[in-house]
């Protein structure tokens, strides 16, 4: 899988905490990123990495066909469809701008891969502001999404479990360490599962026309994700597969 090129989008948020002391109060601002752990591991198969933070996704990320054309394979993660919809020239200045989830899925269509990992803002999210549903994105996933909030809060743990062993996607992931919680969808009929947690999809693939989908309904780290599924052996292979795989570029 050397040389595959990955565009991964998401995965980054500020703070803005208010402490209140008696009488006296003051604000604090931190900023994070919280891919850190799949990026290496796409890095450590020899994948060339572009990242793009949500809120340098919101003007950089390609709004053409031809602008993904300079990726093989494209992750989003944990950012919501109205960052790519509604960059700051259309929002701010009411200028037209490409379609970019439009193109994506064309871009899809026409032999591109995609990855969506879940979090509170993919899939549909945390009160539906993910808001992928109906969307041309939604259209070209192995699953159909939520029309609302698609959480599935379990923070007593949940073990996934492999349905199809045989799977190029399911190298290496054997022991499945639990997880906290996942965003609920549909398989769609065109979609093939290949874990689940629970009673849904955790992964499930696609081939969509030329191109390839997939999806991982959970967290690539916390808070979804807890420390034992970063340690696991098979948390290296998972995102390695899954990009290879959507790439066309398979174990």
């Known amino acids: 899988m050397s040389g595959v090129r990955v ?6 948020w500020m703070t803005h905490s208010i402490h209140v002391k008696g009488f006296d109060s003051f604000t604090t ?3 994070h990123e919280g891919g850190g752990d799949m990026l290496a591991a796409l890095r450590a198969g020899g994948m060339a990495v572009t990242y793009q933070p949500a809120h340098v996704a919101a003007a950089a ?10 990726y093989d394979a494209v992750v989003l993660s944990d950012i919501g469809a109205n ?4 960059p700051d020239r259309t929002f701010a200045r009411s200028e037209p701008s490409g379609n970019r989830l439009a193109a994506l899925a064309a871009w899809v269509r026409g032999g591109g891969g995609l990855l969506m990992v879940g979090g509170y803002l993919t899939f549909q999210g945390i009160e539906g502001k993910a808001a992928y549903c109906g969307t041309a994105v939604d ?3 192995p699953v159909a999404l939520a029309a609302t909030d698609d959480r599935q809060e379990h923070p007593e743990g949940v073990v996934p479990e492999t349905v199809d062993a045989a799977h190029p996607v399911a190298a290496g992931l054997a022991g499945w360490p639990a997880l906290l919680g996942w965003n609920r969808a549909a398989l769609r009929p065109e979609g093939h599962l290949v874990a ?10 696609r081939q969509v026309a030329a191109g ?12 979804w994700g807890p420390p034992p599924f970063l340690a696991w052996p098979g948390y290296g292979p998972l995102w390695r597969n899954l990009v290879g795989w959507v790439a066309g570029r398979p174990a």
Do not use: K, M
């Open 61 to 70: 990320f390609p709004d053409s066909v031809a602008g993904l054309g300079a």
């Open 139 to 141: 259209a070209v996933l």
């Open 196 to 205: 689940r947690i629970g009673a849904d999809p955790l992964i499930a693939v």
């Open 212 to 223: 390839r989908s997939a999806v991982f309904a959970s967290d690539c780290g916390p808070h």
């Open 83 to 86: 960052t790519l919809l509604l």
């Open 7 to 12: 565009l991964v989008a998401g995965e980054s």
């Open 29 to 31: 601002s931190s900023y």
